[in-house]
């Protein structure tokens, strides 16, 4: 028997259900050998009451087979009941079973969705990160465009106030070369 702080397996409980029908298959073939007897003797009885008495040696017999009759009589009924609890236990083990595998396999599937889940949900995130950061480039490019163009106006402005261009100039005998400059520019 399993005890009550054990949590049985339904591998152990149908071992033990196979053990306990061979038992029971023991118990009824004592019952019928039993009733046998039993039928042997009260024939018999009924024999030999048209005869002589019955000898108290028989009648021993008799109550003895009755009260072994009883005794298992009692043992069928208590291992039925058993039977049938056990059933009911690995019934209802089986459902839960069956509800436990459901829902890890709903578990299972949700674990293999959250990564698309949580690429989906960073994508939505990030778009507005994008949008930002495409808004400050065109931006950029076009203070850098600005600023190329407001160096161009300043660089003619100050070779105008020179009035003249400066180009550059070679060395004689030293073999250098001077290049012009843009000023401050």
Same mark, same amino acid.
């Given at each position: 028997m399993v005890s009550q702080t054990e949590k049985p397996t339904v591998q152990s409980l149908q071992v033990e259900i196979s053990q306990l029908r061979e038992d029971l298959q023991m118990r009824d073939q004592l019952v019928q050998q039993l009733s046998q007897e039993l039928f042997r003797l009260v024939k018999g009885k009924t024999d030999l009451s048209l005869g002589p008495e019955v000898p108290d040696e028989y009648l021993a017999q008799m109550?003895?087979?009755? &009260?072994?009759?009883?005794?298992?009589? &009692?043992?069928?009924?208590?291992?039925? &009941?058993?039977l049938t609890k056990r059933d009911e236990t690995i019934e209802q083990m089986e459902l839960n079973?069956?509800?436990?595998?459901?829902?890890?396999?709903?578990?299972?599937?949700?674990?293999?969705?959250?990564?698309?889940?949580?690429?989906?949900?960073?994508?939505?995130?990030?778009?507005?990160? +994008?949008? +930002?950061?495409?808004?400050?480039?065109?931006?950029?490019?076009?203070?850098?465009?600005?600023?190329?163009?407001?160096?161009?106006?300043?660089?003619?402005?100050?070779?105008?106030?020179?009035?003249?261009?400066?180009?550059?100039?070679?060395?004689?005998? +030293?073999?250098?070369?001077?290049?012009?400059?843009?000023?401050n520019a």
């Open positions: 109550r003895v087979l009755r &009260e072994q009759l009883l005794g298992v009589e &009692e043992q069928v009924a208590f291992y039925q &009941e058993e079973f069956q509800e436990l595998s459901d829902r890890s396999g709903m578990l299972e599937q949700v674990i293999q969705e959250l990564p698309e889940i949580y690429r989906q949900k960073f994508g939505e995130r990030m778009e507005p990160v +994008k949008d +930002k950061v495409e808004i400050l480039q065109r931006e950029n490019r076009k203070l850098h465009a600005e600023l190329q163009s407001a160096n161009y106006r300043l660089a003619v402005r100050t070779r105008r106030r020179s009035g003249r261009l400066e180009l550059p100039s070679f060395l004689e005998g +030293k073999g250098e070369v001077n290049l012009p400059t843009f000023g």
